[in-house]
């Protein structure tokens, strides 16, 4: 794996992550078109907080996501290209802990999503791989979790095969899309993640 940036400063320099055969990146403008082919369909939603996107909501979900260069600064925001084509996107963002202090070790959280069209290929799991080996190269970053509406067992699989431990199981505590769902929580710790141990 390969990690490039441009030489500016970290929140305005692009990221780029290579492994054998994707390429994450930072969102460019006109992104907004390959997203909404995945983020428009309703079977990509039906587990995620949004609905499918607009044409609207996608060019403004990659206007907002433009700006998440830095996991340092708060958050990163990644698309996921497999020979130029986009298959998916993932980022992490620090989770906000009331008792932190500037030298307190922090808690991320990764999110992800990809293109049915590109399913069974692994590239899930290569992308989300890297990007937690990136994520785990962040200073004072002692954990990271994911969590996922429980009916998403193919996100719940994932999780587990890039080795996060699930914790938890929460009983219908978020209210979703007019229905109550479960929450499944995964997470892992610097120390058990074998290049940053």
Same mark, same amino acid.
């Given at each position: 794996?390969?990690?490039?940036?441009? %030489?500016?400063?970290?929140?305005?320099?692009?990221?780029?992550?290579?492994?054998?055969?994707?390429?994450?990146?930072?969102?460019?403008? %006109?992104?907004?078109?390959?997203?909404?082919?995945?983020?428009?369909?309703?079977?990509?939603?039906?587990?995620?907080?949004?609905?499918?996107?607009?044409?609207?909501?996608?060019?403004?979900?990659?206007?907002?996501?433009?700006?998440?260069?830095?996991?340092?600064? #708060?958050?990163?925001?990644?698309?996921?290209?497999?020979? %130029?084509?986009?298959?998916?996107?993932?980022?992490?963002?620090?989770?906000?802990?009331?008792?932190?202090?500037?030298?307190?070790?922090?808690?991320?959280?990764? #999110?992800?999503?990809?293109?049915?069209?590109?399913? #069974?290929?692994?590239?899930?799991?290569?992308?989300?791989?890297?990007?937690? #080996?990136?994520?785990?190269?962040?200073?004072?970053?002692?954990?990271?979790?994911?969590?996922?509406?429980?009916?998403?067992?193919?996100?719940?699989?994932?999780?587990?095969?890039?080795?996060?431990?699930?914790?938890?199981?929460?009983?219908?505590?978020?209210?979703?899309?007019?229905?109550?769902?479960?929450?499944?929580?995964?997470?892992?710790?610097?120390?058990?993640?074998?290049?940053?141990?």
């Amino acid at each position: 794996m390969d990690w490039e940036d441009a %030489g500016m400063t970290p929140t305005t320099a692009p990221v780029t992550i290579r492994t054998d055969r994707l390429v994450l990146r930072t969102y460019r403008p %006109g992104d907004h078109q390959d997203l909404l082919a995945f983020y428009g369909r309703s079977d990509v939603c039906r587990y995620l907080f949004n609905a499918p996107w607009s044409p609207e909501d996608a060019r403004e979900a990659v206007q907002t996501r433009i700006s998440r260069r830095d996991l340092a600064a #708060g958050a990163l925001a990644l698309v996921v290209e497999y020979d %130029g084509q986009v298959v998916g996107s993932v980022s992490a963002w620090l989770v906000d802990e009331p008792e932190r202090t500037a030298e307190t070790e922090r808690t991320a959280e990764l #999110g992800w999503a990809f293109s049915p069209e590109f399913g #069974g290929r692994g590239f899930a799991t290569e992308a989300v791989t890297a990007l937690l #080996g990136y994520v785990f190269a962040t200073p004072r970053l002692h954990r990271v979790i994911a969590q996922m509406d429980a009916r998403n067992e193919s996100s719940a699989r994932l999780a587990q095969r890039i080795g996060m431990r699930r914790e938890g199981h929460f009983r219908q505590n978020a209210w979703i899309k007019n229905e109550w769902t479960d929450t499944l929580v995964f997470a892992t710790l610097r120390s058990e993640w074998p290049s940053a141990a």
